[in-house]
């Protein structure tokens, strides 16, 4: 007999597929459905699922497209035997910071969706503007620029904001958008982010923006709890600003609030039931926190082509290299993130320069030489405790945390006079780089969370209490070692899995927890009870080590110093 216990749909809406699958109370995936945008869709011209206009530095993707998805999983859920009367609650994720524009014929669209016929069919002129800008938009230079001088500098913006100015962030974007196109803009009912597009589309009427994913638009004062007046007045351009927060709306604090049932159309065509309630959808950043479930202190490094550290933390301490969110269910903690660009590519370039230096280029298995020199080799390249230490920056990308060009550096500090000095002397290359550029990264990674953990207790110093590792990079031992030798962590370093449905995932326990908490209960508290560590967790290096982790402490400050030494360096060369 098929089971009848309740299931909860969490939607991952990407740049390149939308997702959804279905949990039970015990967060076990039933069935799970995805639609690639490139692979499975008719009728766009796209690549990658987004379209450019390089002439304008332009990236954005056809809003049809995503109904078009949506129909498809919906079907495909259901041919897989999914009884959606069974589904109690429905969340999602979507790519931070695209921006949905609704018609004024918007709501009554939504409302009377006929069952007979698909939302493509119905909703494709429910927008009067066919098209979302996609995070890669680039288009945005001359708005960030007055965001970053509207409250006095970047680093005010990033106070208020959580963040400075990015071109991605959908208040630079609304700006652009009321100054390109006016007349569209005027006949602009609302306008969604993606996560609140997906809600909107089963409410039947367009929904509030979530309190984690409006940090991503630098429209929301996080400190005071509401839209920035100022800011909105920037935003707004040459449009009156109540115009512009009716196109906003309101929104809630509660990240589980019920925003109410799916409309009869989801009833009629695919058999939800009047008692599935709607959750509300949050951004994929912080969709990926609740996939874990990441506690207060945890910090959760990826380390793929790119490096993005995420975590959890009660500290309100923003700056214009990092970006803050509104937690996405628990009121009091924050979402800190760092985004870099340079992290799998340039432990790479050491790798291959190992390799090639030993004449083994190809071996089979490539990452052996570069491990045996990083655990070989001491801390900061210290022989002996009176050794000066080696620090480096290794980027073969342009950075944007610190904002540089190329390049590499080498360094050496003295930790008791603070002497620093730009030298290859004392540097074996390719050899000394293998441990070097591994704590380059994570040096920058404690440099710029210091102060958002605290003492675990029994006298240790502050640190997280975990460090969760994900991504390619998480495969390395070595790389763990010495990522938990610098940034501690109390309890170990864990490798995470659970595969690439992290945002699917993550919107479901959220509809999960929505529905079935008790009277207070947090996120953290209910899916915390239920998730099976076991399944995903594997511990895989030691964190805090004492001595060692206390060397890394003086080894930050000269990091600190050496990034600021070359930021001052390159922009003598532009002037000069």
Same mark, same amino acid.
């Given at each position: 007999?098929?089971?009848?216990?309740?299931?909860?749909?969490?939607?991952?809406?990407?740049?390149?597929?939308?997702?959804?699958?279905?949990?039970?109370?015990?967060?076990?995936?039933?069935?799970?459905?995805?639609?690639?945008?490139?692979?499975?869709?008719?009728?766009?011209?796209?690549?990658?699922?987004?379209?450019?206009?390089?002439?304008?530095?332009?990236?954005?993707?056809?809003?049809?497209?995503?109904?078009?998805?949506?129909?498809?999983?919906?079907?495909?859920?259901?041919?897989?035997?999914?009884?959606?009367?069974?589904?109690?609650?429905?969340?999602?994720?979507?790519?931070?910071?695209?921006?949905?524009?609704?018609?004024?014929?918007?709501?009554?669209?939504?409302?009377?969706?006929?069952?007979?016929?698909?939302?493509?069919?119905?909703?494709?002129?429910?927008?009067?503007?066919?098209?979302?800008?996609?995070?890669?938009?680039?288009?945005?230079?001359?708005?960030?620029?007055?965001?970053?001088?509207?409250?006095?500098?970047?680093?005010?913006?990033?106070?208020?904001?959580?963040?400075?100015?990015?071109?991605?962030?959908?208040?630079?974007?609304?700006?652009?958008?009321?100054?390109?196109?006016?007349?569209?803009?005027?006949?602009?009912?609302?306008?969604?982010?993606?996560?609140?597009?997906?809600?909107?589309?089963?409410?039947?009427?367009?929904?509030?923006?979530?309190?984690?994913?409006?940090?991503?638009?630098?429209?929301?004062?996080?400190?005071?709890?509401?839209?920035?007046?100022?800011?909105?007045?920037?935003?707004?351009?040459?449009?009156?600003?109540?115009?512009?927060?009716?196109?906003?709306?309101?929104?809630?604090?509660?990240?589980?609030?019920?925003?109410?049932?799916?409309?009869?159309?989801?009833?009629?065509?695919?058999?939800?039931?009047?008692?599935?309630?709607?959750?509300?959808?949050?951004?994929?950043?912080?969709?990926?926190?609740?996939?874990?479930?990441?506690?207060?202190?945890?910090?959760?490094?990826?380390?793929?082509?790119?490096?993005?550290?995420?975590?959890?933390?009660?500290?309100?301490?923003?700056?214009?290299?990092?970006?803050?969110?509104?937690?996405?269910?628990?009121?009091?903690?924050?979402?800190?993130?760092?985004?870099?660009?340079?992290?799998?590519?340039?432990? #790479?370039?050491?790798?291959?320069?190992?390799?090639?230096?030993?004449?083994?280029?190809?071996?089979?298995?490539?990452?052996?030489?570069?491990?045996?020199?990083?655990?070989?080799?001491?801390?900061?390249?210290?022989?002996?405790?009176?050794?000066?230490?080696?620090?480096?920056?290794?980027?073969?990308?342009?950075?944007?945390?610190?904002?540089?060009?190329?390049?590499?550096?080498?360094?050496?500090?003295?930790?008791?006079?603070?002497?620093?000095? #730009?030298?290859?002397?004392?540097?074996?290359?390719?050899?000394? #780089?293998?441990?070097?550029?591994?704590?380059?990264?994570?040096?920058?990674?404690?440099?710029?969370?210091?102060?958002?953990?605290?003492?675990?207790?029994?006298?240790?110093?502050?640190?997280?209490?975990?460090?969760?590792?994900?991504?390619?990079?998480?495969?390395?031992?070595?790389?763990?070692?010495?990522?938990?030798?610098?940034?501690?962590?109390?309890?170990?370093?864990?490798?995470?899995?659970?595969?690439?449905?992290?945002?699917?995932?993550?919107?479901?326990?959220?509809?999960?927890?929505?529905?079935?908490?008790?009277?207070?209960?947090?996120?953290?508290?209910?899916?915390?009870?239920?998730?099976?560590?076991?399944?995903?967790?594997?511990?895989?290096?030691?964190?805090?080590?004492?001595?060692?982790?206390?060397?890394?402490?003086?080894?930050?400050?000269?990091?600190?110093?050496?990034?600021?030494?070359?930021?001052?360096?390159?922009?003598? #060369?532009?002037?000069?």
């Amino acid at each position: 007999m098929a089971s009848q216990s309740p299931l909860y749909i969490g939607f991952d809406l990407s740049t390149q597929q939308l997702k959804g699958l279905a949990v039970n109370p015990d967060l076990k995936v039933e069935y799970i459905a995805k639609f690639d945008f490139d692979a499975d869709s008719t009728g766009f011209s796209i690549k990658k699922g987004v379209m450019t206009n390089e002439a304008e530095h332009e990236v954005f993707a056809p809003v049809a497209l995503w109904l078009q998805a949506m129909d498809t999983v919906l079907e495909s859920l259901r041919k897989q035997g999914l009884d959606f009367s069974r589904v109690k609650g429905i969340s999602g994720a979507g790519q931070q910071h695209g921006s949905v524009y609704w018609s004024t014929d918007a709501e009554q669209l939504l409302q009377h969706l006929d069952a007979k016929k698909s939302l493509e069919e119905q909703l494709s002129g429910a927008f009067s503007h066919p098209y979302s800008p996609n995070w890669q938009d680039a288009s945005t230079q001359q708005e960030c620029d007055e965001f970053d001088a509207v409250l006095g500098s970047p680093e005010q913006l990033a106070q208020a904001t959580g963040s400075k100015a990015h071109h991605r962030f959908t208040g630079p974007q609304i700006l652009r958008f009321t100054r390109k196109y006016p007349e569209i803009y005027e006949k602009t009912s609302r306008i969604s982010l993606v996560s609140s597009f997906i809600a909107s589309l089963f409410l039947g009427h367009i929904a509030p923006f979530d309190i984690s994913d409006v940090c991503g638009m630098n429209l929301w004062n996080i400190k005071q709890g509401a839209y920035d007046e100022k800011i909105l007045k920037l935003c707004s351009g040459k449009f009156d600003v109540e115009g512009l927060k009716t196109r906003l709306g309101s929104l809630y604090e509660d990240g589980g609030k019920h925003l109410g049932s799916v409309h009869q159309y989801y009833r009629e065509r695919y058999g939800f039931s009047a008692d599935c309630t709607v959750i509300p959808a949050t951004g994929d950043n912080p969709a990926t926190i609740l996939a874990l479930p990441l506690r207060p202190s945890d910090a959760m490094v990826s380390l793929g082509t790119s490096t993005t550290f995420l975590m959890s933390t009660p500290s309100y301490k923003p700056d214009p290299a990092t970006h803050f969110f509104n937690h996405p269910t628990t009121a009091g903690l924050y979402m800190f993130m760092l985004c870099y660009k340079n992290g799998g590519l340039a432990r #790479e370039h050491v790798r291959d320069a190992i390799n090639d230096n030993l004449q083994d280029p190809h071996p089979a298995q490539p990452w052996t030489h570069f491990d045996e020199k990083a655990l070989s080799t001491s801390p900061m390249g210290q022989k002996s405790p009176t050794d000066l230490m080696k620090l480096g920056l290794f980027f073969p990308r342009p950075e944007i945390v610190p904002n540089l060009r190329a390049g590499q550096w080498r360094f050496t500090y003295n930790p008791t006079s603070g002497d620093l000095t #730009e030298t290859t002397s004392g540097w074996t290359s390719p050899a000394d #780089e293998a441990r070097a550029i591994i704590e380059s990264q994570m040096l920058s990674l404690r440099l710029r969370s210091r102060g958002l953990t605290h003492s675990p207790g029994d006298g240790l110093p502050a640190q997280p209490r975990r460090v969760y590792l994900v991504g390619g990079g998480s495969k390395n031992k070595a790389i763990a070692k010495i990522a938990g030798e610098i940034l501690g962590g109390v309890e170990g370093v864990f490798k995470l899995d659970i595969g690439d449905n992290a945002c699917a995932l993550g919107a479901a326990y959220k509809a999960v927890w929505g529905i079935e908490r008790a009277e207070g209960q947090t996120f953290e508290d209910l899916i915390g009870q239920r998730w099976k560590e076991e399944e995903f967790v594997e511990k895989i290096a030691d964190g805090y080590q004492e001595g060692v982790f206390e060397l890394y402490g003086k080894a930050v400050e000269g990091f600190e110093a050496m990034e600021k030494r070359v930021l001052e360096q390159v922009a003598a #060369e532009k002037r000069g």
